[in-house]
């Protein structure tokens, strides 16, 4: 790295061949399907924290105010927005990971997406893959959905090689799609899979989350334990069901969102 950047390192760090996953709260993390599964595998992983990019010079604190913590009168701490970077050993794949869990920027996506770069030049990136949520009209009755973009025509076989739909679609992006055609400009290999989470979720949605996880083992080779998030959305799911017999006008919702799934054509074998 070289003159000014907004990455900053609590220590020297050079890393061999690695691959590295991201997640962005805000506008692509609908349901905290992204960054609930990167902290899973950060949590999982054990990684180590190895620093930042600053938020300051691209998040508007009117948008997304820091946070701050209050007792009787004395403040107790302050916290801005966080874009925080972790290594983890990987050894199935036989690259490191790098995690960077982060705060999609409101302002100067070029300057950040530089940022991520630097964190990027730390050695051989050999691949990249972006965790995404978004709303969907999906039930929770079909395994969960997950669709994804790539960079390069050679990711759309291993998109559908681990059933993955690659999306159609035309409107506004997320920070996503520069830090894509960046990849693709330094010829590193690149992809953003979305998982679908159900609109009348209202909090973490962890049956995606799972389905997300699974489908980041596959492309990244990553050896990780998800049973604890798989009991976690199974239970989730119970909830739903019992809500469903409990509360007839959702379960009318439930079997309309079926109805509209099934004219969609895709696939009904996933009914659960």
């Known amino acids: 790295m070289d003159g000014k950047t907004d990455l900053h390192l609590l220590r020297d760090v050079k890393l061999e061949s690695f691959n590295s996953i991201m997640a962005f709260t805000g506008w692509p993390d609908a349901k905290r399907v992204a960054t609930y ?124 090689r681990n059933g993955i739909e690659p999306s159609d679609y035309l409107g506004p992006c997320s920070i996503h799609n520069p830090i894509l055609k960046e990849c693709e400009k330094k010829s590193i290999p690149a992809m953003s899979i979305w998982g679908h989470a159900p609109e009348y979720v209202t909090d973490v949605d962890p049956r995606t989350t799972h389905q997300l996880l699974c489908k980041a083992k596959a492309l990244m080779g990553i050896e990780v334990d998800l049973e604890e998030l798989r009991m976690e959305g199974s239970l989730f799911q119970k909830q739903l069901n019992s809500m469903m017999k409990q509360d007839r006008e959702f379960a009318q919702l439930v079997q309309k969102l079926e109805a509209e799934y099934k004219n969609a054509k895709r696939d009904l074998d996933y009914f659960t």
């Open 37 to 160: 599964a990167a902290e899973y595998l950060r949590d999982k992983l054990k990684a180590e924290r190895i620093g930042e990019i600053d938020s300051n010079p691209y998040n508007h604190f009117t948008i997304q105010r820091p946070l701050v913590s209050i007792k009787k009168g004395l403040v107790k701490s302050y916290a801005a927005p966080s874009n925080e970077l972790y290594t983890a050993k990987n050894k199935a794949s036989g690259h490191d990971l790098l995690i960077l869990i982060g705060t999609e920027p409101h302002v100067n996506w070029t300057g950040y997406v530089e940022s991520i770069f630097d964190a990027l030049s730390l050695g051989k990136a050999n691949r990249v893959l972006l965790f995404g949520g978004l709303i969907d009209r999906i039930p929770h009755t079909v395994e969960p959905f997950i669709s994804g973009v790539v960079n390069t025509k050679g990711l759309v076989e291993d998109l559908k």
